[in-house]
């Protein structure tokens, strides 16, 4: 998955601004404690982080 797409599916399922506050603040279980920006920055796969975010949320399938 590319970063786009990734950035693409939060703008979607989180609306513009709330996407950056939920990748900057908010630590996920499934990323071992990081946020969505610490893992993407630490070098991990957008695939596995946008997983995560899906197991965290409540995403919509067509998102998936």
Known sequence: MRLT?????????F???????????YVLAEL?????DQALAEGEPAKRVWGAVC??????????
């Open 5 to 13: 797409v990734f950035w693409d599916r939060m703008k979607q399922q």
């Open 15 to 25: 609306g513009d601004t709330y996407a950056a506050s939920v990748a900057k603040d």
């Open 32 to 36: 071992g404690g990081r946020t969505v």
């Open 55 to 64: 197991a965290t949320f409540e995403v919509p399938d067509r998102l998936r």
